[in-house]
């Protein structure tokens, strides 16, 4: 039984190339849209609220605590963080406050990896996609180390 032409056989692949493309784009697309809400207040830090915050309970999946705030400004007590980011009773870490609410993002290393944990699943997927599904093995083992460098250091951070 004879095979499709070669012509039909190379736009087969260039559509598999291209879709698979599409789906690892939309992977990373993905990832920094769900990394983007924590990120942006510890990235872009300058002129919001910073200080100091101290954990004083922790619910199932909020952490609340006072946040003492950098300057003149007295501590404030009702404030909350992800329970995710590896709080306990006692901690006190470096925070940054997102504007119009109590609630607070960690502002050092460890946060702001946290931060970008998404991106890191994304970018790990995304290699299988480009390595798999593009058949570019080298591109692809990059692409799910960068990602699962970003999450191992997320974890050990934390």
Known sequence: MPSGSPSSSSALSAGRSVLMALVALVLLVG????????????????????GEFAVTACGDKTCAGSFDPDGAAGPESDMTIEDSVAAREGDRFPVVVKPGTHEVVRS???????????MGGALLLAGLVIAGGMRLGRLGLIVAALGAAQLLATFFLL
């Not at 050092?108 to 998404?118: C, R």
């Open 31 to 50: 990832g920094g849209y769900a990394s983007w809400d924590d990120a942006q207040h510890v990235l872009l830090a300058k002129g919001r609220q910073h």
């Open 108 to 118: 050092d290393t460890a946060g702001s990896l946290h931060a970008w944990v998404p």
